[in-house]
């Protein structure tokens, strides 16, 4: 039988506050256990939380980015429940009023995914199990979080992970999150229930918790949709309860009986203000985003006219995005620009979060200077590529590396003679090329990049070669 | 009755507390009178309580919310002062069920 997913996700991303949502703790991750608490953080009685400004401006700007409207007015909660990682016994949370409702992510597709809405709330401390014995961490307790709850939206495995990957990349371009999901700065709770096509009616649901890498969410999704489908198929029903997502078998499993939300009891924390933001400093916060990754890759192909691929490589990461236009307004061309950022400096980063870091030892007006040689071809991609790794390498300028007497470039009356000269030497080249191994013609190009320390232009010099051979 | 017995059965259990059955009779009947009074003064506010809610209670502006500064944490020794600490953690024995 042939079922349609229901799924939302839930995420939970650590903002990048300097200190804890409550009190002055410091969020810097690790450090000796305990070090980074104090009476409120680890619930004392009598402590007082007060909020932290930057966490409310920071779940505003993603409340912006996702489209969603902004309560003017909102209040913590106090959700209970009993674990040693939550102190007091229960976390500060929202419940009735969210910051943010309402908003939606757009896929590649077109489809909007809703976003139901984004709340504030305090991070628990890291329990170890060890021997029989609990030991608790409260470093961790008082981070904040924003979470971020879909609508059920999401009707595959694919669009789960591409809603997950678009938020993480929002989430970074805004600034308010690394969104490291093997660190746990981005978390994903997957609730998932199938149904038949065309079936007004939801499906029991399951939730998958605490899912940390964007293949794991798109592999969860299509496991528990089978287990579900094969226990429907087998005229089964379906629990709903929390389940875990376990990646060596690829296979999900239950973890404890789904709590009803009542259960946590939530009303007003009475030791919080309410609190209210005016619009103007919603409009003051909407005016600090900066140009969403879409957004930049819709103009880089539609008004900048770059292949969509490539677009796609540069305005995934803010810096290189930033990078790149800061060479475009050093009077550099975009596609020489682009290709040198594409195929030059990221061959030097392996990792997206050297990509995602960018820390190039020259500036874009330092780059631009050497696009615009190529622009004006006064020098050849071949000399660009080898001239950028110099710079790249040493943080210095391009005239360190290119005199101007290297600029003359070979005249079109001395590259003929130099490819008269390639082909006269290299006769079994040209018969080669003649009886159709074209790629030996690569022997006369190196003959002539070596007689022009590389200079050469050598789409011009290929050109007349191949005129010469007379397969031109 | 504003509170059943089978309610304070339930919150017992999310508060991991154990009663015995004449304790839990006599909490009903105290819940029961606390509830009863919390709600004798709804009725005497036009609007019930959630209007003091949003009329009454004072709110801050975003503008007088704490500033993101950090301020110094207290020294794990006094942080673990009143609890069995164990390496700078908090240690607790994991029951046996």
Redesign the interface.
């Known amino acids: 039988m042939n079922y349609e997913i229901v799924c939302g996700i839930e995420t939970h991303i650590e903002l990048a506050?300097?200190?804890k949502i409550f009190?002055?703790?410091?969020t810097e991750f690790g450090g000796?256990?305990?070090?980074?608490?104090?009476?409120v953080c680890?619930g004392q009685p009598g402590s007082l939380p007060?909020?932290?400004?930057?966490?409310?401006?920071y779940a505003i700007r993603a409340g912006l980015a996702l489209n969603c409207k902004i309560n003017t007015?909102s209040h913590m909660d106090r959700k209970?429940?009993?674990y040693?990682d939550l102190p007091k016994a229960y976390q500060i949370s929202q419940y009735d009023e969210p910051l943010c409702e309402n908003g939606y992510i757009e896929l590649d597709s077109g489809k909007r995914i809703g976003i139901t809405r984004i709340h504030i709330e305090e991070d628990a401390g890291k329990l170890?199990?060890e021997n029989?014995?609990?030991?608790?961490?409260?470093n961790r307790s008082g981070v904040p979080l924003i979470e971020i709850v879909s609508e059920p939206d999401i009707s595959s495995a694919e669009e789960a992970r591409e809603y997950a990957e678009k938020l993480q990349l929002i989430m970074r371009y805004i600034g308010i999150s690394d969104c490291k999901m093997q660190e746990g700065s981005m978390r994903c709770d997957v609730n998932l229930s199938l149904r038949k096509p065309g079936d007004p009616n939801f499906g029991v649901r399951t939730e998958i918790k605490n899912i940390n890498s964007l293949s794991f969410i798109q592999k969860a999704v299509m496991a528990e949709a089978e287990r579900q489908a094969d226990i429907l198929d087998a005229g089964g029903t379906i629990v709903q309860q929390t389940m875990r997502y376990d990646e060596a078998t690829n296979s999900v499993a239950p973890m404890r009986d789904k709590e009803n939300s009542d259960?946590y009891?939530y009303f007003?924390d009475p030791d919080i203000?309410?609190?209210?933001?005016?619009e103007d400093?919603i409009e003051e916060i909407r005016a600090s985003l900066p140009e969403l990754p879409f957004d930049k890759l819709r103009r880089y192909v539609n008004d900048l006219g770059l292949p969509e691929a490539t677009a796609r490589q540069i305005s995934r990461y803010r810096k290189v995005a930033e990078f790149f236009e800061g060479t475009l307004a050093g009077g550099a061309s975009v596609k020489n620009a682009a290709n040198l950022i594409v195929g030059t400096i990221f061959s030097h980063m392996n990792t997206e979060e050297e990509k995602e870091l960018f820390a190039v030892r020259i500036s874009a007006d330092q780059f631009a200077e050497l696009v615009r040689l190529l622009d004006e071809k006064k020098i050849n991609y071949g000399v660009a590529q080898g001239t950028l790794q110099k710079m790249l390498e040493s943080g210095k300028s391009v005239d360190e590396f290119i005199k101007p007497e290297d600029l003359a470039g070979i005249s079109d009356e001395e590259l003929e003679s130099l490819c008269r000269e390639a082909f006269d030497a290299n006769p079994k080249a040209v018969a080669d090329v003649r009886n159709g191994k074209d790629k030996a013609i690569n022997v006369m190009f190196g003959f002539i990049m070596k007689k022009t320390g590389g200079k050469a232009d050598i789409r011009k010099a290929e050109a007349l070669l191949r005129k010469m051979i007379g397969h031109d | 009755m504003a509170i059943s017995k089978t309610e304070i059965e339930k919150l017992a259990k999310l508060a991991r507390l154990s009663f015995s059955d004449e304790e839990l009779e006599r909490f009903t009947a105290e819940f029961d009178e606390i509830i009863a009074f919390a709600d004798t003064i709804n009725q005497s506010i036009e609007g019930g309580t959630d209007q003091i809610r949003s009329v009454g209670a004072r709110m801050v502006s975003f503008d007088d919310l704490r500033p993101d500064e950090v301020m110094p944490s207290l020294p794990s020794e006094k942080i673990l002062s009143n609890v069995e600490g164990y390496n700078g953690f908090f240690s607790l024995e994991r029951s046996k069920k």
């Not at chain 1, 009190?23 to 410091?26: L, R, V, Y």
């Not at chain 1, 000796?32 to 009476?39: F, Q």
């Not at chain 1, 007060?50 to 401006?57: A, D, M, S």
């Not at chain 1, 203000?273 to 005016?278: E, G, H, K, S």
């Open positions: 506050t300097r200190t009190c002055g703790c410091t000796e256990p305990n070090t980074h608490c104090c009476p680890t007060i909020l932290n400004q930057k966490v409310v401006e007015r209970n429940y009993v040693p170890i199990h029989g014995y609990t030991y608790i961490d409260y259960d009891r007003p203000l309410r609190f209210c933001i005016d400093k």
